[in-house]
């Protein structure tokens, strides 16, 4: 399996917050892909290789097998879906597969968590006073307070930080900085981790390490850490479906519901597009039906 491949799957698993199955079928058709194009998965060069030739071969070759219209579609879908990212981390300048249609499918509303279930994994996590649980403790409440995702949580430097001020600067997709405010408490819980917690963390194996998170031994996390770490935090609680997506998509439902403008959140996520973030006023929509609801059964 081709790394940058490797990093893509991680990338919609951890970042994206799809199911183990769906990533699977991402990588069985991004195979097929290499497959039909004759490439093996070691080393690629995916600047030759994602040209609209290659590609037409492919649907080619899955219509000469009489594959049914939406197993197309979405082999299709899986592969744009990668050259997207291809373009987005700056390893292809042309993204060849945006004027390829496929039909559209709904967005499914993602899963988001109510404020009680904060608190119940919050205080949960407290109840771990080890180094490694006050870690953990204050990533997960930065997560949720700023609605990072989780790549760019691992990529956060000391430098990143202001205290004082109260901001952090986040480095998302495609390099683009954007600066994220942090309220008081959540500062005071950084300021202790940086000054007394991390200093017991880094390994001194390690010469200048910026990271402000890392592993046990000292050195940087990954996604599939932090990935595994929520899935652990979800079982102790009873949480399903609780991943660090699940963190931004709360935290975005919440300043919804508290009166932010859709424009602020589309900010503080990133979104390069308004309609990207408009998915949450959907999520909006529905609790107020069910709220409607429960008040006829009064």
Same mark, same amino acid.
């Given at each position: 399996?081709?790394?940058?491949?490797?990093?893509?799957?991680q990338?919609?698993?951890?970042?994206?917050?799809?199911?183990?199955?769906?990533?699977?079928? =991402?990588?069985?058709?991004? /195979?097929?892909f290499? $497959?039909?194009?004759? %490439?093996?998965?070691?080393?690629?060069?995916?600047?030759?290789?994602?040209?609209?030739? /290659?590609?037409?071969?492919?649907i080619?070759?899955?219509?000469?097998? !009489?594959?049914?219209?939406? $197993? *197309?579609?979405?082999?299709?879908?899986?592969v744009?879906?990668? #050259?997207? =990212?291809?373009?987005?981390?700056?390893?292809i300048l042309?993204?060849?597969? &945006?004027n390829?249609? $496929?039909?559209?499918?709904?967005?499914?509303?993602?899963?988001?968590?109510?404020?009680?279930?904060?608190?119940?994994?919050?205080? =949960?996590?407290?109840?771990? #006073?080890?180094?490694?649980?006050?870690?953990?403790?204050?990533?997960?409440?930065?997560?949720?307070?700023?609605?990072?995702?989780?790549?760019?949580?691992?990529s956060?430097?000391?430098?990143?930080?202001?205290?004082?001020?109260?901001?952090?600067?986040?480095?998302? %997709?495609?390099?683009?900085?954007r600066?994220?405010p942090?309220?008081?408490?959540i500062?005071?819980?950084?300021?202790?981790y940086? %000054?007394?917690v991390?200093?017991?963390?880094?390994?001194?194996?390690?010469?200048?390490?910026?990271?402000?998170? #890392?592993?046990? &031994?000292?050195?940087?996390?990954?996604?599939?850490?932090v990935?595994?770490?929520? &899935?652990? *935090?979800?079982k102790?609680?009873?949480l399903?479906?609780?991943?660090?997506?699940?963190?931004?998509?709360?935290?975005?439902?919440?300043?919804?519901e508290?009166?932010?403008?859709?424009? /602020?959140? !589309?900010?503080?996520?990133?979104?390069?597009?308004?309609?990207?973030?408009?998915?949450?006023?959907? #999520?909006?929509?529905?609790?107020?039906i069910?709220?409607y609801d429960?008040?006829?059964?009064?």
């Open positions: 399996m081709n790394s940058t491949i490797e990093q893509f799957l990338y919609i698993m951890i970042d994206l917050g799809l199911s183990t199955n769906t990533t699977s079928a =991402y990588k069985n058709d991004l /195979n097929q290499l $497959t039909t194009i004759n %490439k093996n998965s070691g080393s690629i060069n995916f600047i030759e290789i994602i040209t609209r030739e /290659n590609l037409n071969h492919f080619k070759s899955m219509k000469i097998k !009489q594959y049914a219209t939406a $197993t *197309i579609s979405r082999k299709i879908a899986s744009k879906s990668f #050259v997207s =990212y291809l373009e987005e981390e700056g390893i042309e993204n060849i597969t &945006k390829i249609q $496929t039909p559209k499918k709904s967005s499914p509303i993602p899963h988001t968590l109510t404020v009680k279930n904060i608190i119940t994994i919050l205080d =949960y996590l407290k109840r771990d #006073v080890t180094y490694l649980g006050i870690r953990n403790l204050t990533m997960i409440e930065l997560l949720y307070a700023t609605g990072m995702r989780v790549s760019e949580l691992i956060l430097n000391l430098n990143d930080i202001s205290i004082e001020q109260q901001y952090l600067r986040c480095t998302g %997709k495609g390099s683009k900085q600066i994220i942090i309220y008081p408490s500062a005071n819980l950084l300021s202790n940086i %000054k007394f991390r200093p017991k963390l880094v390994s001194k194996k390690v010469t200048n390490m910026q990271s402000v998170f #890392v592993n046990s &031994k000292g050195s940087n996390l990954t996604r599939q850490s990935w595994l770490l929520t &899935k652990d *935090i979800g102790s609680t009873s399903k479906s609780f991943s660090p997506h699940t963190l931004r998509h709360s935290f975005a439902t919440h300043l919804l508290g009166g932010a403008s859709l424009k /602020n959140v !589309q900010d503080l996520l990133g979104h390069s597009n308004i309609s990207t973030t408009q998915i949450y006023t959907h #999520v909006n929509d529905n609790k107020l069910e709220i429960k008040s006829l059964q009064r």
